[in-house]
């Protein structure tokens, strides 16, 4: 056995190899990239990789080595709105709410700015030192993270409400949708 196939856990076949590589990533990658990391055959990569395409998991995109994969940015957020929604309640999900609103006001307070896109345009001021930018970069990609997660819980919460208000459906209605409250 190679040192690469002892690093997969036991148990973990082709398929949940190359989808753990693929799933993964954050830049799209080759199915000979992919099926290496997988320590699959590039066929092997091919055969899943074009499944998770297929099942809406993976983005196939032309890059200059080719076609490159890379995971699906909807499938990823509607996963994470899903995990959110399943995973809190609506009292710590709005309490997370809060935590994001406070933490981008500080930040506005901090650089003297009203938006993210005034922050971004402050970084290429003269009098700010390296360390300076480097800040509000790091704050920049932190910011832009609150708002990505803000969405998302936003959509948790209504996700929630929406499930809340259905009734499941009975075994002699096929439109038996039934509001609470």
Same mark, same amino acid.
């Given at each position: ?6 690093? +997969? ?23 000979? +990239?992919?099926?290496?990391?997988? =320590? ?56 997370? #709410? ?5 933490? $981008? ?28 930018? =480097?800040?509000? #970069? ?10 990505? $997660?803000?969405?998302?819980?936003? #959509? ?9 208000? #259905? ?15």
């Amino acid at each position: 056995m190679s040192q690469r196939e002892s690093a +997969w856990l036991d148990g973990m076949d082709a398929e949940a190899r190359v989808r753990h590589v693929a799933s993964t990533r954050t830049e799209p990658r080759n199915a000979g +990239w992919i099926a290496d990391e997988a =320590n699959v055959s590039r066929d092997t990569a091919v055969k899943y990789l074009e499944r998770m395409v297929e099942q809406g998991d993976l983005e196939a995109v032309e890059t200059d080595r080719g076609i490159g994969y890379k995971p699906d940015e909807v499938t990823q957020f509607l996963d994470e709105v899903r995990r959110l929604a399943e995973a809190h309640g609506v009292d710590e999900l709005t309490a997370e #709410l809060d935590a994001i609103a406070t933490e $981008i006001e500080e930040w506005r307070e901090a650089y003297d700015v009203e938006s993210l896109s005034e922050l971004r345009r402050s970084v290429g001021r003269d009098d700010l030192t390296e360390t300076e930018r =480097n800040d509000r #970069l790091e704050t920049i990609a932190e910011w832009e993270y609150d708002m990505e $997660i803000r969405e998302a819980i936003r #959509l948790a919460i209504s996700l929630q409400d929406s499930l809340t208000t #259905l009734e499941p459906f009975g075994d002699d209605s096929t439109d038996a949708v039934v509001e609470r409250g």
